[in-house]
C-alpha cells in the first residue's frame, strides 16, 4: 500500500550546479533510473558555472523532455539558485539535492514514504558522513547543535541537501541571503511538521567543496535572522517593545536611585553619573519602541500586499472555494 501511494507521488527535483561539469551526467543518470515510474521533472539551476556544467546540462536536456533548467548570468549562490529552482518546480512535492553526486539519489525513494505519515518536510541525516572531520564534520556538528538551541527545530543535520518538502509549504518561505540552511527551520516555524531520517552519503569524486571552515562564523548571524524571521517577523513589537520595556525599567531605577542620593545621602545630581546613563536608557527604549510600531506597520503591509500567509493549511474539511 504504502509504495503504491508513493508511486502516485508528483515530483520536482531542484540542483543548484556550480562547477559540477563532471557530475552532471552521472547524476541525471542516476536521478532518472532512481525515479522510475515516478511523474517527476529534474530541475538544474546553472550558478553562474564556468567551466562547461551548462554544456553538460543541454546534453542532457536534449534527449529527455523531463529535464528543465536556468542558467544564471553571475554566481548568485545557493540560495538564489534553489529559490529560483522552487519558482519553477511543478510538481506536488520539492526534491532538493545537491550536484556534487554526494546524495544517493536511490534515497528518494526511500524518504519519500514519509509523508504520506502527514509530514511536510523529510530531511536527510548523513549519519555516515564521507567528509574530513575538523574542517566539515565538527563545524558542521557544532553548527547543528547552535541552529537547534536557538530556533527549537532540532536536527541532527541541517546542512544534508537531500530534502522532500510540500510544494505548497515551500514556495511560501522567502529565501534570501544564505537562509537556504535553515529551511527546516523556517518551514517549522510555519507549522511544518518535520522528520529526519539517515540517508546514504557518499565521498566526492570529481569537482571541490565550496564552503569552508568560515562558513561556520556565518551561521551565528544567520540563525538570528531566522529566530526573528520565525518568531516575531508576525509580532515585531513583541521584540522590540520587551527590550524598550526593559531599558525603561532600568532607566526609572537608576533614576530612583539617584534621587535618593541626592535626598538622603546629599549627594548632587551632576555628581552622579547614573542619572546620565538613566537619561540615555530611556532614550534608548523610546527610539526602540517607536522602531517597534514601525515594524509593525511594515509587517502588516508586508502581508496584506504580498498575500502570502503566515500558516500552513495542513487539510481541509468541506472547505474548499466555490
Same mark, same amino acid.
Given at each position: 500500500?504504502?509504495?503504491? *501511494?508513493?508511486?502516485?507521488k ?7 550546479v556550480?562547477?559540477?561539469? !563532471? ?15 515516478l511523474?517527476?521533472e529534474?530541475?538544474f ?18 534527449g ?7 542558467r ?14 522552487? $519558482?519553477?518546480?511543478?510538481?506536488e ?12 539519489p536511490a $534515497?528518494? %525513494?526511500?524518504?519519500?514514504?514519509a ?11 548523513? *549519519?555516515?558522513? %564521507?567528509?574530513?572531520?575538523?574542517t ?9 547543535f ?8 532540532k536536527?541532527? $543535520?541541517?546542512?544534508c541537501?537531500?530534502k522532500?518538502? @510540500? ?12 537562509? #537556504? ?5 523556517l518551514? !517549522?516555524?510555519?507549522?511544518? @511538521?518535520?522528520?529526519?531520517l539517515p540517508?546514504? #552519503? ?6 571541490? +567543496?565550496?564552503y569552508?571552515? /568560515? @562558513?561556520? &562564523? ?5 540563525v538570528?535572522?531566522?529566530? &526573528?524571521?520565525?518568531?516575531f517577523?508576525?509580532k515585531?513589537i513583541? &521584540? ?5 520595556? +526593559?531599558?525603561?525599567a532600568? +532607566?526609572v531605577?537608576?533614576a530612583?536611585i539617584?534621587?535618593?542620593?541626592k535626598?538622603?545621602? #546629599?549627594?548632587?545630581? *551632576?555628581d ?5 546613563v538613566?537619561i &540615555?536608557m530611556?532614550?534608548a527604549?523610546?527610539?526602540? /519602541?517607536?522602531?517597534?510600531i514601525? +515594524?509593525?506597520?511594515m509587517a ?7 498575500g ?9 474539511l468541506?472547505?474548499d472555494? *466555490?
Amino acid at each position: 500500500m504504502r509504495k503504491g *501511494k508513493t508511486m502516485n507521488k508528483s515530483v520536482s527535483v531542484v540542483i543548484p550546479v556550480y562547477e559540477e561539469s !563532471g557530475n552532471i551526467a552521472p547524476l541525471h543518470s542516476e536521478i532518472k533510473s532512481a525515479l522510475e515510474g515516478l511523474d517527476f521533472e529534474i530541475i538544474f539551476i546553472d550558478d553562474g558555472s564556468s567551466d562547461g556544467s551548462w554544456e553538460e546540462i543541454k546534453k542532457a536536456a536534449a534527449g529527455d523532455p523531463s529535464v528543465r533548467a536556468l542558467r544564471f548570468s553571475r554566481n548568485s549562490g545557493q540560495t538564489a539558485a534553489l529559490k529560483a529552482g522552487i $519558482d519553477l518546480a511543478g510538481k506536488e512535492y520539492i526534491v532538493t539535492l545537491d550536484g556534487d553526486l554526494q546524495n544517493d539519489p536511490a $534515497d528518494i %525513494k526511500k524518504l519519500l514514504p514519509a509523508v504520506d505519515e502527514g509530514y511536510e518536510l523529510v530531511s536527510g541525516w548523513r *549519519k555516515d558522513r %564521507k567528509d574530513a572531520f575538523f574542517t566539515r564534520i565538527l563545524p558542521s556538528r557544532i553548527a547543528n547543535f547552535f541552529i537547534s538551541l536557538v530556533t527549537g527545530v532540532k536536527l541532527h $543535520d541541517y546542512g544534508c541537501s537531500l530534502k522532500i518538502y @510540500r510544494a505548497d509549504l515551500l514556495k511560501e518561505i522567502e529565501l534570501v541571503g544564505e537562509m #537556504h540552511r535553515f529551511l527546516p527551520a523556517l518551514a !517549522g516555524y510555519r507549522g511544518g @511538521r518535520i522528520k529526519e531520517l539517515p540517508v546514504n #552519503h557518499r565521498p566526492r569524486l570529481n569537482g571541490s +567543496s565550496k564552503y569552508g571552515i /568560515g @562558513r561556520t &562564523f556565518k551561521v551565528i548571524l544567520d540563525v538570528l535572522t531566522v529566530k &526573528f524571521m520565525g518568531e516575531f517577523i508576525g509580532k515585531p513589537i513583541y &521584540f522590540f517593545g520587551g527590550i524598550s520595556l +526593559s531599558l525603561g525599567a532600568i +532607566s526609572v531605577a537608576l533614576a530612583l536611585i539617584t534621587l535618593y542620593n541626592k535626598l538622603y545621602n #546629599h549627594i548632587f545630581v *551632576k555628581d552622579q553619573p547614573l542619572f546620565l546613563v538613566a537619561i &540615555f536608557m530611556a532614550l534608548a527604549g523610546i527610539q526602540i /519602541g517607536m522602531i517597534g510600531i514601525l +515594524s509593525e506597520i511594515m509587517a502588516r503591509i508586508y502581508y496584506s500586499s504580498s498575500g502570502k500567509s503566515r500558516f500552513l493549511i495542513r487539510e481541509k474539511l468541506n472547505a474548499d472555494e *466555490k
